[in-house]
């Protein structure tokens, strides 16, 4: 029970300290235009690290805190967000993830499918058709913010994950 709570705290930290950095301080910049998806990067890396059902508990809390202070429609976010979780999760029992390009593979996929699901839920719907212009001033240096702070979240996240699971067979030695 110990574990329990003191890997959930952690990844709670993780979530908020992800959320505060996207929507605070990456604004602060002012020659960025757009702020990288953290929230995207820390809920495909713990499901494609930690499986399917930790990703999708990531992608509840973080959809759920995207569409709190968002202002858009509840529960958009949500469903885009559980699924990323999910079908990255269901990708960590097929592929290795050591290596840092497939992270990178996968980044660039989910940013793309999320940018493209955005489009369709924030813009489209609106009436708004420019495609080429949400590519150019959103999609695009969202995308190449996103894969560069990749690389630096996700060997975070996998340092913690890797000395997370040396301590639970550390523990489960210690029972046998």
């Given at each position: 029970m110990?574990?329990?709570?003191?890997?959930?705290?952690?990844?709670i930290?993780?979530?908020?300290?992800?959320?505060?950095?996207?929507?605070?301080?990456?604004?602060?910049?002012?020659?960025f235009?757009?702020?990288?998806?953290?929230?995207?990067?820390?809920t495909?890396?713990l499901?494609f690290?930690?499986?399917?059902?930790?990703?999708?508990?990531?992608?509840?809390?973080?959809?759920?805190?995207?569409?709190?202070?968002?202002g858009?429609?509840?529960?958009?976010?949500?469903?885009?967000?559980?699924?990323?979780?999910?079908?990255?999760?269901?990708?960590?029992?097929?592929l290795?993830?050591?290596?840092?390009?497939?992270?990178?593979?996968?980044?660039v996929?989910?940013?793309?499918?999320?940018?493209?699901?955005?489009?369709v839920?924030?813009?489209?719907?609106?009436?708004?058709?420019n495609?080429?212009d949400?590519?150019k001033?959103?999609?695009?240096?969202?995308?190449?913010?996103?894969?560069?702070?990749?690389?630096?979240?996700?060997?975070?996240?996998?340092?913690?994950?890797r000395?997370?699971?040396?301590?639970?067979?550390?523990?489960?030695?210690?029972?046998a």
């Amino acid at each position: 029970m110990k574990k329990f709570f003191f890997k959930f705290t952690l990844w709670i930290i993780l979530i908020l300290s992800a959320f505060l950095l996207q929507n605070n301080l990456c604004r602060m910049i002012p020659f960025f235009q757009t702020a990288p998806n953290l929230l995207l990067i820390v809920t495909f890396s713990l499901g494609f690290l930690r499986g399917k059902v930790t990703g999708m508990m990531t992608g509840l809390v973080c959809g759920l805190l995207l569409d709190a202070f968002s202002g858009g429609i509840l529960g958009a976010n949500v469903l885009a967000f559980i699924y990323i979780g999910y079908l990255n999760g269901l990708l960590s029992r097929i592929l290795v993830n050591d290596m840092i390009l497939l992270p990178l593979c996968l980044s660039v996929i989910n940013e793309i499918c999320y940018s493209l699901y955005s489009y369709v839920v924030r813009v489209l719907l609106i009436g708004k058709t420019n495609v080429w212009d949400y590519v150019k001033t959103i999609m695009l240096p969202e995308l190449i913010l996103t894969v560069f702070c990749t690389v630096i979240l996700y060997g975070i996240i996998m340092t913690v994950n890797r000395r997370l699971g040396a301590k639970e067979k550390e523990g489960e030695n210690r029972i046998a």
